[in-house]
């Protein structure tokens, strides 16, 4: 699964905050967004409290119906970085 969880995060963390929220990049965020509910739940790897809680955010801003690009932007990024 975390390879799913790496290829969404590296397909978001190319897109602009606009391109983010916007409702033309709606399957992106829900396969990024199952991915993480899934890393999550059935993990693959060990994950440290500071990634739990980096994907618990990640998972947030996904899931919210009004998507802020700027927070969304700065949460794939940081779940890309910690990830890697």
């Known amino acids: ?8 995060l590296r397909e978001l963390s190319v897109l602009t905050p606009d391109e983010l929220s916007s409702a033309s990049r709606t399957r992106e965020r829900a396969d990024c967004a199952d991915a993480v509910r899934l890393e999550l739940d059935c993990m693959q790897k060990s994950l ?3 990634e ?3 994907l618990s955010r990640l998972s947030d801003a996904l899931e919210t119906r009004q998507i802020d690009g700027e ?3 700065a949460s794939v990024r940081a779940a890309w970085d910690v990830l890697r």
């Open 1 to 8: 699964m975390i390879e799913r969880l790496a290829r969404s």
């Open 48 to 50: 440290t409290t500071r």
């Open 52 to 54: 739990r809680e980096i």
């Open 71 to 73: 927070a969304l932007a």
